[in-house]
Nanobody, 114 residues
Framework: VQLQASGGGLVQAGGSLRLSCAAS????????MGWYRQAPGKERELVAR???????NYADSVEGRFTISRDNAKNTVYLQMNSLKPEDTAVYFC?????????WGKGTQVTVSS
């Protein structure tokens, strides 16, 4: 199983980015899909996740600015990030989880300049 994240980059504050994470090697419609991030000197934290039902959870810090979605046919999870802030700067990791099966992507850097 491989998870390939893309879409990170450098953006000015107030800008937008869309992250994608495509999985290969299995089917993932029964998996919870999520995005985590880790800033320098900080622990990895949950940003958003989407259940198999489509229900979503967001960190308070991104609620209303970020939107997570999934395309089960493409084994892909997306994170639309709007109104980006410098404090959103981090390496973003995608995660697929189901009943003890836990897969992580390598991460994509998001840098927001002020």
């Amino acid at each position: 199983v491989q998870l390939q994240a893309s879409g990170g980059g450098l953006v000015q504050a107030g800008g937008s980015l869309r992250l994608s994470c495509a999985a290969s090697g299995s089917t993932f419609s029964s998996y919870v899909m999520g995005w985590y991030r880790q800033a320098p000197g900080k622990e990895r934290e949950l940003v958003a996740r989407i259940m198999t039902s489509g229900r979503t959870n967001y960190a308070d810090s991104v609620e209303g600015r970020f939107t997570i979605s999934r395309d089960n046919a493409k084994n892909t999870v997306y994170l639309q990030m709007n109104s980006l802030k410098p404090e959103d700067t981090a390496v973003y990791f995608c995660n697929f989880y189901s009943f003890g099966m836990d897969f992580w992507g390598k991460g994509t850097q998001v840098t927001v300049s002020s």
